[in-house]
């Protein structure tokens, strides 16, 4: 027996007036997944408690059943894991922009001209530097997608809680980072990051790929602002707490983190974007060949719907609930565990994650079919699983894969 | 008012293709726990989380409302107490088999041929031993049913963290007692072990009732294998706690030791088997003369639907639930808090426990009446409880008999 979580990520929202008081998920149609609804045992799921608005890291952590409040240090680390650094527990990991700066460093453009080519050029000139009277900490810095990169900080001392450098806003300096609790470990931190905010400016001013971008007329990339600062943190990997071979399939590099950091093989898929974009197909077919492999457990976490919520694109969040149910007829197995979910609702209304818990279906030789019919928000919440929270949903898995100890006699 | 919680053990199931899909309960003819489903508040109930596999011993104490991840140190103090021995916190128990050893000390029947009649007189033997070197330790040994007994050590300086002398097969020798934290508390209760497995061959090699089984041509019970070493709870009294005189029916050691160990008067009942051939009138006939009496709560266990589930008997649980549905038309009355319920899934096709959840059904003057009019796995959990857990009922109980504290102004 395998076991699948899909999750859509941000799928669930709130009734909207436009769609006469229906939810994106309520007014799609979603043939496959009301199948799975009707086939299966559906519930209401609130992520991690009931009202806490859930970021997706927390959220795919605690339905993977950790604990996000022990192991959730920051986004950084998980941003790092997902564009395939080897972080390591101890280790203290960022987010950063490639942006613009001028002479007297202020931030003229946040975003390096949104920047899409010659990252990797700029990337390793900052990989290899190394800072004075810091040569004992290793600088690990790698491009993500876009203006996007990654920054680890590898050396003995070091703390994490220090604020951004990143200032947020244009027309002003880089912040100088700080460190919020008054230890030596994060002042070690915060002084190696204004140093290398500076020097940054100092190395990559000059850099080819930038001198070129002036030559075009485009904004160059010479800065690095970090932000997010988190402490690897030491997970026990998924496969020595559930016994399971797993793999992630997952477009984001924060959910790509999450896999690599749990010891998942994070499978790659091209065509996958992360937006409403995507190509489902190509996710689709590599869904297909996992489970036709010797995994026992795949994380799904397909992200258009998020993007769109977050765009307040309501007919785009629309039709790409539609386009993922279209993939679904095929994945559907009589072996297998299928849990299909969200990780948090994300209203096209608010723009951003809300606290509403989300619609989760489980379908499954032995679960305890339901009389519902639909899949969505409030259909659900009338099915037999009543209401779970993501840390029950590992369990529930487990114990229907006849995977877990018994406690007891 | 008085509250009565009845257990039917292992009584929830999965869903199963020869019955159309239907669980056993679900399948059972039970006109009197539809009664009791109509007429009462109903929900599903996790005996400790979702998905957690319960066993008896800790779904009980959980819905008694005492932690079991705090109380529960292993089966082997609740059999003590079960079989009628007065353990006290700090004693180290133990369950064991009488088994056969040939003059090597090879085990060649786990089971002492089965053994029936008699073990009282070997377990005197074995009672009244003292071991050179522990004579500040007590040794307290009483048989059980067949060929099944408990060992109680009682003295300074013991520690529980051991490992079982029963090799678990047959064809080798015990095996070697460790003290699995290293402390020399538990290695001081190895050595016990190990001197007792050894010297209790030497006792029971020659005891008449085994020179009668030899002539017979049945295997001897000349050894004693213990395992499941628990340090004996200091658990506060059931009636401390709640304030209400209490009675335990129950049919097995197991359920009669957390009867025992809680406070409660644990009432025997004659032809109370713990299988499906159990006497349901004689249990009937003690619960009803339990309500008649002064007691204010009773905790009622009923344990053949298990073992028809163990069994993997579909014909024997269905069978079994709807005798069990029999007996319960004369004890529904007015004045009473009624709960019936199960403590744990035993699903035939598993022949184990799971974690799935419960049904549940309170009835009462004063509960809210919900609209289920079945009770099964699937109706309870569109009922008024929604979905609770083990450690929720007694406060449940307690709140509708009017014996809460409030807390607060």
Redesign the interface.
């Known amino acids: 027996m395998k076991g699948v979580i899909m999750i859509i990520d941000g799928m669930a929202d709130r009734p909207i007036e436009s769609l006469g008081g229906k939810t994106p998920l309520e007014a799609a149609k979603t043939p496959n997944m009301d199948r799975l609804a009707s086939s299966g045992i559906n519930g209401i799921m609130d992520p991690i408690r009931p009202g806490v608005r859930a970021g997706s890291d927390t959220s795919h952590l605690s339905i993977l059943g950790y604990d996000p409040y022990s192991v959730y240090t920051g986004r950084g680390p998980f941003e790092a894991a997902g564009v395939g650094l080897d972080v390591r527990p101890g280790d203290i990991a960022f987010r950063c922009n490639f942006a613009t700066a001028d002479d007297d460093l202020v931030i003229t453009d946040r975003r390096a001209g949104r920047i899409r080519s010659g990252t990797s050029q700029i990337a390793e000139a900052i990989n290899s530097m190394t800072l004075d009277g810091f040569e004992d900490v290793e600088i690990i810095f790698r491009e993500s997608t876009g203006h996007r990169a990654v920054l680890v900080l590898r050396g003995p001392g070091l703390g994490d809680n220090v604020s951004d450098a990143d200032p947020k806003t244009e027309g002003k300096p880089p912040k100088k980072v700080k460190a919020l609790d008054g230890s030596p470990e994060s002042q070690k931190t915060a002084d190696i990051l204004n140093n290398l905010v500076r020097e940054s400016y100092e190395i990559l001013r000059d850099h080819p790929v930038n001198t070129e971008r002036i030559r075009n007329g485009e904004a160059p990339a010479n800065i690095i602002l970090p932000r997010g600062a988190g402490a690897v943190p030491d997970v026990e990997k998924f496969e020595d707490r559930y016994g399971l071979k797993a793999a992630c399939i997952a477009e984001t590099g924060l959910i790509r983190g999450i896999g690599h950091i749990t010891g998942m093989d994070v499978i790659d898929v091209e065509g996958a974007t992360g937006g409403t974009d995507t190509d489902l197909e190509s996710i689709k077919n590599a869904i297909k060949d996992a489970l036709d492999d010797e995994y026992e457990f795949l994380l799904i976490n397909i992200d258009g719907a998020d993007e769109a919520g977050h765009d307040g694109d309501l007919e785009g969040k629309v039709e790409f609930i539609e386009r993922v149910d279209s993939i679904l007829g095929d994945l559907i197995r009589d072996d297998i565990y299928f849990i299909l979910t969200a990780d948090h609702s994300t209203p096209v209304s608010v723009m951003d994650h809300t606290g509403d818990p989300v619609p989760i279906t489980i379908n499954g030789p ?5 009389d519902v019919s639909v899949f969505s928000e409030r259909a659900a919440a ?8 993501g840390s ?1 949903v ?6 229907l894969m ?1 995977r ?6």
Chains 1, 2 share one sequence.
Do not use: P, S, T
């Open positions: 032995e679960v305890r079919v339901d009338a099915g037999g699983l009543c209401r779970i929270r029950h590992m369990d529930i898995l487990l114990d006849n877990k100890e018994k406690f007891g006699a």
